[in-house]
């Protein structure tokens, strides 16, 4: 979605909008102004799908459904179709077509009740090396997909958890080889009953100061429905995820895939987002993300978007 997912673009729309980049066999293409004008931004109390969760937009908030986010992942921004979400948050003063544009990609890992016991107990700095050497070697696959390697630079935020409402987050900075700019993504995880509500969020590391203070917003609007709160939780009858918090900063459900096997399509899903479909923006993407060929982007299993 952003800029590495983590970016999103620079441009005044006031004037000559670009043409979006809709399916290719339709003509003519739309504006963007009329490319916008199909969204449905809803505001307020939003339910998400499945009535899994409530967001509770303030003002400054709009939200789309899936439907709608993908077709702002797909036809505005070029992304390759079938990315599975609950929707997307996006700041309502800003146009989501612009280089200042950004969002917040909602999905859910139903993976179990994740327990939070070793949230004291870990090592930050040793979980950034053993990720970063992780890395080093899944970008060996990435070169063989026609992906350029990608280096974690480091924690744009230190992970930190909450243990009274049950929500961790944390950013990095990450880097993409051949790109000018350093990508910033920024994560937020809402534990619940039986999963996990994922909020990722892209943009330039210029624009962490602005992200960390929306996101934190993000953080408090956000909250699981009656029934599915992590203090629903029913040890005689729920399933417990086989990973912990550690595994959710290190790339979810790492324990099922090896430490690093969720991280990379992750990393995948989050270059995807980065491709915008309006031309004079996209080419300030490709600083950020590299070559037209990442239009290949992976499926991804979507865990917002690094």
């Known amino acids: 979605m952003r800029r590495f997912i983590a970016a999103l673009l620079s441009l005044s729309l006031t004037a000559a909008l670009p043409a979006v980049a809709v399916a290719a066999d339709e003509a003519p293409k739309m504006t963007a102004q009329q490319f916008l004008a199909t969204l449905t931004f809803r505001e307020g109390k939003i339910k998400l799908p499945g ?30 179709p079938g990315a599975k ?9 800003v146009n989501p077509l ?11 890992d139903k993976d179990g009740h994740v ?15 053993e990720i970063q050497e992780a890395m080093v070697e899944n970008n060996k696959t990435r070169k063989e997909q026609g992906y350029a390697p990608m280096t974690l630079v480091g924690w744009a935020e230190q992970p930190s958890y909450d243990k009274g409402q049950h929500k961790l987050y944390w950013a990095k900075e990450l880097h993409t080889d051949g790109d000018k700019d350093n990508g910033l993504n920024y994560n937020i995880r809402v534990l619940g009953r039986e999963g996990v509500l994922v909020l990722n969020a892209v943009s330039g590391m ?11 917003k993000v953080t408090g609007f956000t909250e699981f429905t009656p029934g599915n709160r992590y203090t629903d939780f029913n040890a005689s009858t729920d399933k417990v995820a086989e990973y912990g918090l ?44 590299g070559r037209k060929r990442e239009e290949k982007a992976a499926a991804v299993d979507l865990s917002k978007p690094e």
């Open 51 to 80: 009535d899994i969760a409530t967001l509770d937009l303030p003002a400054n908030f709009r939200y789309l459904d899936p439907a709608d986010a993908g077709k702002l992942l797909t036809e505005g921004w070029g992304n390759p």
């Open 206 to 216: 210029e624009q962490i100061a602005q992200i960390k203070t929306e996101m934190k």
């Open 246 to 289: 550690a595994a959710l900063v290190a790339g979810g459900v790492a324990a099922k895939l090896g430490f690093f096997g969720k991280i990379f399509a992750v990393l995948l899903a989050l270059k995807k987002f980065i491709l915008i479909g309006v031309a004079a923006v996209g080419s300030w993407l490709y600083k950020l993300f």
């Open 98 to 108: 612009s280089a200042a544009g950004w969002g917040v990609i909602v999905t859910y």
């Open 115 to 129: 327990k939070d016991d070793d949230a004291d107990k870990i090592n930050y700095t040793d979980l950034l090396k």
């Open 85 to 93: 979400t609950l929707g997307m948050i996006l700041p309502a003063d």
